[in-house]
């Protein structure tokens, strides 16, 4: 039984890591990478209302659409989105945990 226990502990091992290949038309996803912090805690933060968790305030009429944000404190970067968020969109606000804000 031990041993049962341990195959089936390392045949679910061998497959814990998950490696991504660009899809034809995705070169618009890469980027050069310029870490300026390396955060020891990253947390993500689902809510309904974003204008008030990003900036504490409610949304002022001809804003455009917030999709998330990425706030440090003293401890973490926290991720914050929707409900209905993409891939694409917690990977852009993850980026600001590691590199702050880098919008031009």
Known sequence: MRLLLVILALL?????AHAERLLPGEDDLIFKTQRKYTPKNI???VVEDLEQACF???KNPGDGELRGCAK?????CIVYTKRITSLANLGHEMRHCF???WHE
């Open 43 to 45: 947390q993500w933060v």
């Open 12 to 16: 679910l091992s061998a497959g814990a």
């Open 56 to 58: 504490g305030k409610p």
């Open 72 to 76: 440090f404190t003293s401890t973490a």
């Open 99 to 101: 590199e702050g804000y």
